[in-house]
């Protein structure tokens, strides 16, 4: 099985790269499940089939930099709710995974002696997510 790295790999929001990035958390859809059993399932098991799909949340954490634009295009977009394009590049693996998001949550800190100052956000994915 190939190994892929993670070093190199970007994510963009509204077209502005976020950058001092250490994370790009897991892309996390799921799905409800609908129960469908009846009188007449067979072997007395539940049936289930799936019922409307989720995109889930992607995690992002980093060193807070005021002046990089994609993190200044996240704390913008957390002010005014709105729903931007999300695109991740993995150069390793020659993929991307898209979708569309609104900054669910941003946090800048904590200030530690030793540490750097960090950030996070959550974005709130809505609709499919294209992985190609």
């Known amino acids: 099985m190939a190994k892929i790295r993670a070093l190199g ?3 963009t ?8 990035l250490t994370s ?7 799905s409800e499940e609908l129960d469908s059993t009846t009188l007449d399932s067979s ?3 539940r049936e289930f089939i799936q019922g409307f799909k989720d ?4 995690h992002l954490s980093g060193y807070y930099d005021k002046a990089d634009a994609g993190q200044a295009a996240l704390i913008a977009a957390y002010a005014t709710g709105a729903t931007h394009p999300v695109v991740i590049t993995f150069p390793s693996a020659g993929g991307t995974a898209s979708f569309s998001a609104y900054v669910k949550s941003f946090t800048v800190g904590a200030a530690e002696v030793d540490g750097l100052v960090g950030f996070g956000a959550d974005l ?3 609709g499919a997510v294209t992985v190609a």
């Open 24 to 30: 790009i958390g897991e892309i996390t859809p799921d």
């Open 9 to 11: 790999t970007t994510i």
């Open 43 to 45: 072997g007395g098991y």
């Open 124 to 126: 709130r994915i809505t």
């Open 55 to 58: 995109g889930g949340n992607c």
């Open 13 to 20: 929001f509204n077209s502005q790269p976020v950058g001092r």
